[in-house]
């Protein structure tokens, strides 16, 4: 193939001149080529390591994609059908994202505005038997609000041993954290 056709269709930059190559720089040259146009547009449809998070269209190796990664299931190829649903999907996750976080900012204000009020058996002194653990705050914050919680998302929780006012912080999710206070009253 004659030098100026070759540039025009590969997008190349096309001078009067052919240039002259020493037999290493057109090696270079070749393998830039083949690398350019030897690779292959993929949308991976699981995590896979050191290539990509599920959804993402990823450039490969066209070897590696066709071997590989379709072969065993892990991506299929980007065609523009397959783009436009993953566009879609994208949207979707991203909206569900932000409904979420707008729940989980509801359930951080209905817990900060609200004072959570435990009893506990308390002896001569002033102490409590056995201590406030978070069964029991999430027992008393459920039945308060209908937010359920779990044990892991209180931080940094010990039992609480004395009468009064305490604040607890509870991580709800997506970075959102509450402190919510608790009043510890005698039986």
Request: net charge positive; glycine share 8%.
């Amino acid at each position: 193939m004659p030098y100026n056709l070759f540039c025009k269709n590969f997008n190349l930059v096309y001078t009067e001149k052919e240039p002259k190559l020493s037999g290493r720089e057109f090696f270079v040259f070749l393998k830039f080529l083949l690398n350019k146009f030897n690779n292959m547009r993929v949308i991976l449809l699981k995590d896979v390591a050191k290539v990509g998070r599920k959804g993402e269209l990823k450039e490969v190796n066209d070897g590696f994609g066709k071997n590989m990664l379709i072969k065993k299931g892990l991506a299929v190829a980007a065609t523009k059908e397959a783009e436009n649903k993953v566009v879609i999907a994208l949207k979707n996750k991203t909206e569900q994202q932000k409904k979420q976080e707008d729940k989980l900012q509801e359930h951080k204000n209905e817990l900060e505005r609200r004072v959570f009020t435990v009893s506990a058996k308390v002896g001569e002194k002033g102490q409590i038997f056995g201590g406030i653990n978070e069964k029991d705050l999430i027992q008393v914050i459920y039945q308060k609000t209908k937010i359920s919680l779990e044990k892991g998302q209180f931080q940094a929780h010990k039992s609480i041993k004395s009468l009064g006012e305490h604040i607890i912080s509870v991580k709800l999710g997506r970075g959102i954290t509450a402190k919510i206070k608790i009043k510890v009253e005698a039986k």
